[in-house]
């Protein structure tokens, strides 16, 4: 028998920390820089960290055989993504931000369910009901949804968690490349994919020193490392435990906006997020026996 260890909950915890971080970087970040010139600068930064790493492992990106697979994720899992949620954090809190992002495995089960042209169970069901009211509680309660263009921000972030839940389908079904390929490829390819929008969306103004280690953290620490500590949770513990990390982002979201930024966070972001996270948790089936001992078979 082995055990969720307390190394890999130390694990689970820290991605959880980085990636609800990321929106806090964002968040100062965009209005500052830009969206498009922070988020090309995060993927390239990734892409280089990534390479190197690569080069280190001696792990081959095969760029020429998987070209259209990597552009394929880099276009839903990092490029359109991380466009629009800059857009979002223009107008938009960190801790709301997060919660928004909390709602992918939602949008996942809709298009694995249309995909595979499977109805949903009552359990499903009733989890994207809870996860419709709980972005309807946490947004209509936000005095943040009355700023002008809130409704575009909270629209593109909602599309954001979309871009997700296609790229989470699509690699399911397309089990041709492995993960950390996956994660190097779809970073340069983002890269390329974004580069052309910064000729029509230039930087908004020369980066300070600030705004310089915010995009190094997002791009070094926030997809290069936390996409290896993802993959290394997935061999150690299992792709299903490793959800877990969808559930505490927000958490930490909402924590590092409110004690970094003094973003306000009332009743109605506790509720709706934990109605958000509840009717996740009832789409995807987790449960909190999924960290408990599994057979040792299942590392065979």
């Known amino acids: 028998m082995t055990t969720a260890s307390p190394t890999n909950l130390f694990r689970l915890l820290l991605l959880s920390a980085i990636w609800g971080a990321s929106f ?67 107008t938009l809190s960190a801790g709301m931000l ?23 169970d009552r359990r499903a069901l009733a ?3 809870l996860g419709v009211a709980g972005v309807a509680l946490l947004v209509g309660f936000d005095r943040i949804a009355l700023k002008p263009g809130a409704g575009f921000a909270i629209a593109a972030s909602l599309a954001a968690a979309l871009c997700y839940a296609v790229a989470s389908n699509y690699t399911k ?18 890269s ?51 959800l877990t990390v969808t559930f505490l982002i927000p958490l930490f979201g909402t924590f590092f906006g409110w004690l970094f930024l003094d973003e306000p966070v009332g009743w109605h972001t506790l509720a709706g997020g934990a109605v958000v996270i509840a009717g996740t948790a009832l789409v995807t089936g987790f449960s909190p026996r999924l960290l408990v001992p599994r057979k040792a078979a299942a590392h065979a």
């Open 98 to 120: 997060s919660i928004l992002n909390a709602t992918s495995p939602l949008w996942a089960a809709l298009i694995a369910a249309v995909w595979r042209r499977a109805p949903l």
């Open 24 to 90: 806090l970087f964002i968040r100062i970040g965009a209005p500052a820089l830009g969206p498009v010139a922070l988020m090309e600068a995060r993927v390239l930064l990734a892409a280089v960290f990534l390479a190197a790493v690569a080069l280190l492992l001696r792990r081959p990106l095969a760029w020429r055989a998987h070209r259209r697979h990597y552009l394929f994720i880099g276009l839903f899992n990092s490029a359109l993504p991380f466009l629009l949620f800059g857009y979002a954090a223009l």
């Open 173 to 190: 079904s397309a089990r041709t490349v492995e993960p950390f390929a996956n994660a190097h490829g779809s970073m340069w390819a983002a």
């Open 127 to 129: 989890g994207l009901a």
């Open 192 to 242: 390329l994919l974004m580069a052309p929008a910064l000729l029509a969306f230039p930087p908004a103004a020369p980066p300070t020193a600030d705004i310089i280690a915010i995009v190094g953290a997002l791009g070094v620490v926030c997809s290069g490392v936390a996409y290896l500590l993802y993959f290394r949770l997935i061999d150690d513990i299992g792709a299903a435990p490793a």
